[in-house]
Antibody
């Protein structure tokens, strides 16, 4: 059974940093593109970033470019999102997804709250 | 403002057929395939349709997708109370180099 479990969310002050993790099981991570999608409270879905199977290609939504970094460790079957210079508008539930197709499987999400 | 446009709400009675539209442009729907996701209250989204009209295993054939030009639609036939959820369309945008979502449609089963 495919499972994705996010962790690392929490309360952080504006300008702070957080590192989200996504542990995959029931499949081989290295065979799939992986993505982070976020959802602000009461709002719709927003694609954040994705990363190719071997980690050599990454893409980001404009609003996080230069602040967020997506990475992966295929040996650990894990995906990461390093978030720096956090802003109030980054407050959201962050989901990791296994792609091929995009959003084929989703984790349960981890809540990031940016507030002083 | 979402890149893809969906109606904010839709409704139907049990057994009815409802459709949800998703409008885009030549850089997204016009040149790439469309996925649809269902988000039940308080849960993570779930893939419902991919590549315009393909259903993952386990998704009932009551759900069907279609695409024409720069628009796509999700049809739900034999509406059931458990179909009450938010529905989102998504497509890759060649100009933005992003996946883009619609704003979501809240489906109410009356």
């Amino acid at each position: 059974e495919v499972q994705l479990v996010e962790s690392g969310g929490g309360l952080v002050q504006p300008g702070g940093s957080l590192r989200l993790s996504c542990a995959g099981s029931g499949f081989t991570l290295s065979n799939y593109w992986m993505t982070w999608v976020r959802q602000a409270p009461g709002k719709g879905l927003e694609w954040v970033a994705n990363i190719k199977e071997d980690g050599r290609e990454t893409y980001y939504v404009d609003s996080v470019k230069g602040r967020f970094t997506i990475s992966r460790d295929n040996a650990k079957n894990s995906l990461y999102l390093q978030m720096n210079s956090l802003r109030a508008e980054d407050t959201a539930v962050y989901y990791c997804t296994r792609d091929n197709p995009f959003g084929g499987y989703w984790g349960q999400g981890t809540l990031v709250t940016v507030s002083s | 403002q979402s890149v893809l446009t969906q109606p904010p709400s839709a409704s139907g009675t049990p057994g009815q057929r409802v459709t949800i539209s998703c409008s885009g442009s030549s850089s997204n729907i016009g040149s790439n395939t469309v996925n649809w996701y269902q988000q039940l209250p308080g849960t993570a989204p779930k893939l419902l349709v991919y590549n315009n009209n393909q259903r993952p295993s386990g998704v009932p054939d009551r759900f069907s997708g279609s695409k024409s030009g720069t628009s796509a639609s999700l049809a739900i036939s034999g509406l059931q109370s458990e179909d009450e959820a938010d529905y989102y369309c998504a497509a890759w945008d060649d100009s933005l180099r992003n996946w883009v979502f619609g704003g979501g449609t809240k489906l109410t089963v009356l």
